[in-house]
């Protein structure tokens, strides 16, 4: 009897062992699912990175309309974050920037006072990138090392790392362009610095709203399917119409024709795509730019109220709201655009200009919740 008490005892053991081993194996497994508390540091950590892109944008905005981008003819993604300090930097940098054809050809005889207002423009568009570097790096190392990074978010937010770091090179590369043969920048890298902006706003948008709390589903009954492309394309319209707004700022497009509704004294202006080739006119004729921007509002102005109507129905109260909001946003928009389109007389008015700019952000964060909100409720058939 004994024998078998003590080898019944140490199966029980083992047993207990087994146990403890499956638990000490089970904790790491256990540590790599983040909580609802983790998605909501997360959620909010996007959110304040959203807000800094959103005020990047505006500063960008502040610093083309007062022709502030060539100031800073280096890039020196470190050391650049350190203002000049003493009079002798101060004129270092100037002397530098008067070697490149913009002051040559347009600020011939600029005082080292005006010179310094330009800089600390250009200073603090890059500085507010350095910043949103690391507001994004830091914290995404130290929810990757506590584990707290919700599942399948991951390579997303390496992915939004890696398009923050690009923004910085075009950046460089859209300035570059103004330091050789040119007087001012390329439309070319100003539409692809302002659009890869976007993009990466779009997708901390978009996560931001992944990432909400669960809401077990959005049901839509009596909407017709119809209304998934429609979001479809107001964001990929509204993503256009970013782009042919920086053919508009970078060919300097909004400082003619400034009357509205008619342009040139017409609905439709003679002397349209009037230069060659044709796809040119698009990208370099100022007056088929506005037409083409124009255009472009009219056509997002319809059907924003289209998408707005035909969901004033729907069943879900959180798919109206992002309709109606978005309506209201882009009505919000467009009669921006043309009160500072009637009031340029030789240049845009800073404050305008650069609250166009950034309500293009916010409208076209708010494309992209619409966008996820109809998504999630209506199949695309």
């Known amino acids: 009897m004994v024998p078998s008490v003590a080898k019944r005892t140490q199966n029980a053991k083992s047993v207990a062992k087994r146990a403890r081993n499956a638990n000490s194996v ?13 998605a909501r540091n997360v959620r909010f950590w996007l959110i304040c990175v959203a807000l800094l892109v959103v005020l990047m944008v505006a500063v960008g905005g502040a610093t083309r309309l007062t022709d502030s981008g060539l100031s800073i003819t280096e890039w020196k993604p470190i050391l650049g974050a350190i203002p000049p300090l003493t009079d002798a930097d101060w004129q270092m940098a100037f002397e530098k920037y008067k070697k490149i ?23 603090a568009h890059r500085f507010i990138g350095r910043f949103i570097g690391l507001a994004f790096a830091l914290p995404l190392a130290w929810f990757w090392f506590r584990n707290a990074i919700p599942r399948g978010y991951g390579m997303r937010l390496v992915g939004l790392l890696m398009l923050g770091g690009l923004q910085g090179f075009v950046g460089w590369y859209m300035v570059k362009s103004g330091l050789v043969d040119r007087v001012d920048v390329s439309q070319y890298r100003l539409a692809l610095h302002l659009c890869l902006a976007f993009m990466i706003l779009g ?33 990929v319209l509204l993503f256009s ?18 009357t509205w509704p008619l342009m040139d004294g017409k609905l439709i202006p003679g002397g349209l795509f009037t230069e060659t080739p044709w796809y040119t006119n698009i990208t370099e004729h100022p007056l088929t730019i506005q037409f083409n921007h124009r255009v472009m ?69 708010a494309a992209v919740w619409h966008l996820h909100r109809v998504t999630r409720a209506v199949s695309p058939t």
Do not use: C
């Open 241 to 258: 119409q970013v782009a042919l707004g920086a053919f508009v700022a970078g060919t300097k497009a909004g400082l003619f024709y400034n």
């Open 297 to 365: 509002a009219y056509a997002l102005f319809a059907f924003v109220l289209l998408q707005a109507v035909t969901l004033t129905s729907a069943d879900d109260p959180r798919v109206r709201r992002s309709a109606h909001v978005l309506a209201g946003a882009v009505i919000g928009q467009v009669a921006l655009g043309i009160w500072t389109l009637l009031v340029a007389d030789g240049a845009i008015p800073i404050v305008l200009g650069v609250a166009h700019q950034t309500m293009a952000a916010l409208v076209f964060a």
């Open 203 to 235: 997708l901390l948008v978009w996560n931001i709203v992944d990432l909400g709390p669960g809401d077990g589903g959005i049901y839509l009954q009596n909407v017709p399917s119809f209304s998934w492309w429609l979001a479809v394309l107001l964001a």
């Open 26 to 38: 089970a904790k790491p497994a256990h540590r790599i699912q983040s909580s609802d508390h983790d």
């Open 101 to 123: 054809p913009e002051y040559r050809e347009v600020n011939q005889g600029m005082s080292l006072a005006a010179f310094q207002t330009i800089f600390w423009w250009e200073w």
